[in-house]
């Protein structure tokens, strides 16, 4: 099905006020034509790391391909560069909506004075943000997730894992976003064992800083914890998740990936078997329902939440040391239940 576009020409003078607007540099008509946007569909901007994060980014992009797939348009994805500004993300979503993609979604929270700026600017363009609830626009769907209840869950399962009473958690960067999953996790660990020790770190301060994107960072942290005796270490740091586990399975523990099913990556192979589970949050179905509903004509807005119950947050369970231990899967699947009837409030902070 072609998407529907939201514009209606009302008439020989309202197409001739188009054209003058064209012609003198205005933006938000260029956008909004049903002839530029008949062949190009889903565009994504990355995140810090980009592609090849093996965690959040190649999430967003298993949604474009997914639609892709489905929609058979045109779709497009950009890589961040480096010591970029909010003008420098701005342009660039800007260029995608003028080239005609519909819709265009930056993923992650650095994009939302970008997407605020663009959505101004391209009001018949539909944009999303991921991982932010701040922009607030008839044309922007804040992509959002509840993130500590996985992360709870992630704390049942380390705390029944964990022979030592301790373990870690690394996070990439020291922001609000991430302390959901410090939160979680926590809260999940003491409520499972109470004599558990949790040893929390962050990678930076600012993602500028590499927080999100330096596997050697994520590995000094984890190779710390583990000489305090850590044997389960979860990791929300992005691509810097990768050092982690590479520690992990160097000092035979365990890790617990996130965001995408860390088990299964490609990429991380070799280090599967120590991976016990990934605490997941589906971005790839996100950005693809918003591509979706855009198709359908009927565009997603304001703010679209996944969490347990909707099923877009959970644990993976593709390593069988995990999936069959019948005990560890008791025990989450009780937690489970108690957070999606409210009996356990998961903390985000």
Same mark, same amino acid.
């Given at each position: 099905?072609?998407?529907? $576009?939201?514009?209606?020409?009302?008439?020989?003078?309202?197409?001739?006020?188009?054209?003058?607007? $064209?012609?003198?540099?205005?933006? $938000?008509?260029?956008?909004?034509?049903?002839?530029?946007?008949?062949?190009?569909?889903?565009?994504?901007?990355?995140?810090?790391?980009?592609?090849?994060?093996?965690?959040?980014?190649?999430?967003?992009?298993?949604?474009?391909?997914?639609?892709?797939?489905?929609?058979?348009?045109?779709?497009?994805?950009?890589?961040?560069?480096?010591?970029?500004?909010?003008?420098?993300?701005?342009?660039?979503?800007?260029?995608?909506?003028?080239?005609?993609?519909?819709?265009?979604?930056?993923?992650?929270?650095?994009?939302?004075?970008?997407?605020?700026?663009?959505?101004?600017?391209?009001?018949?363009?539909?944009?999303?943000?991921?991982?932010?609830?701040?922009?607030?626009?008839?044309?922007?769907?804040?992509?959002?997730?509840?993130?500590?209840?996985?992360?709870?869950?992630?704390?049942?399962?380390?705390?029944?894992?964990?022979?030592?009473?301790?373990?870690?958690?690394?996070?990439?960067?020291?922001?609000?976003?991430?302390?959901?999953?410090?939160?979680?996790?926590?809260? +999940?660990?003491?409520?499972?064992?109470?004599?558990?020790?949790?040893?929390?770190?962050?990678?930076?301060?600012?993602?500028?800083?590499?927080?999100?994107?330096?596997?050697?960072?994520?590995?000094?942290?984890?190779?710390?914890?583990?000489?305090?005796?850590?044997?389960?270490?979860?990791?929300?740091? +992005?691509?810097?998740?990768?050092?982690?586990?590479?520690?992990?399975?160097?000092?035979?523990?365990?890790?617990?990936?996130?965001?995408?099913?860390?088990?299964?990556?490609?990429?991380?192979?070799?280090?599967?078997? =120590?991976?016990?589970?990934?605490?997941?949050?589906?971005?790839?179905?996100?950005?693809?329902?918003?591509?979706? =509903?855009?198709?359908?004509?009927?565009?997603?807005?304001?703010?679209?939440?996944?969490?347990?119950?909707?099923?877009?947050?959970?644990?993976?369970?593709?390593?069988?040391?995990?999936?069959?231990?019948?005990?560890?899967?008791?025990?989450?699947?009780?937690?489970?239940?108690?957070?999606?009837?409210?009996?356990?409030?998961?903390?985000?902070?």
């Amino acid at each position: 099905m072609r998407r529907i $576009s939201r514009i209606t020409v009302a008439g020989a003078a309202t197409a001739s006020l188009a054209l003058a607007l $064209s012609a003198c540099g205005g933006t $938000s008509s260029e956008s909004g034509s049903s002839e530029s946007k008949g062949d190009k569909g889903l565009a994504i901007a990355y995140d810090v790391g980009g592609k090849g994060d093996q965690s959040f980014n190649d999430a967003a992009f298993a949604g474009l391909e997914q639609a892709k797939k489905e929609f058979g348009y045109e779709t497009q994805d950009v890589e961040p560069t480096e010591g970029e500004t909010d003008a420098d993300k701005q342009q660039r979503l800007e260029s995608l909506a003028k080239q005609g993609y519909n819709p265009v979604v930056g993923v992650g929270y650095a994009y939302a004075a970008a997407v605020k700026g663009a959505a101004e600017k391209f009001p018949d363009t539909t944009f999303g943000i991921v991982d932010d609830s701040t922009v607030e626009a008839e044309n922007v769907a804040d992509l959002v997730f509840s993130e500590e209840e996985a992360s709870y869950l992630a704390g049942v399962a380390a705390a029944k894992s964990t022979k030592t009473n301790t373990v870690g958690f690394v996070g990439g960067v020291d922001i609000p976003l991430i302390h959901k999953f410090q939160a979680g996790f926590e809260q +999940g660990v003491k409520d499972t064992n109470p004599k558990a020790t949790v040893l929390s770190q962050y990678l930076t301060q600012t993602a500028e800083e590499g927080g999100f994107s330096s596997p050697d960072k994520g590995k000094t942290a984890a190779e710390g914890q583990i000489e305090k005796k850590a044997d389960v270490v979860y990791a929300a740091a +992005g691509l810097s998740g990768q050092g982690v586990i590479e520690a992990a399975a160097a000092n035979q523990v365990w890790a617990i990936g996130v965001d995408s099913d860390q088990y299964s990556q490609e990429a991380l192979a070799k280090y599967k078997d =120590s991976i016990l589970t990934s605490a997941m949050k589906d971005v790839a179905k996100a950005v693809y329902n918003l591509a979706k =509903s855009v198709e359908n004509g009927k565009p997603e807005t304001g703010i679209v939440r996944g969490d347990l119950k909707s099923g877009e947050v959970s644990l993976a369970n593709s390593n069988p040391k995990f999936a069959d231990d019948a005990k560890l899967q008791e025990a989450i699947d009780t937690a489970k239940e108690k957070i999606i009837n409210g009996e356990i409030k998961v903390k985000s902070s």
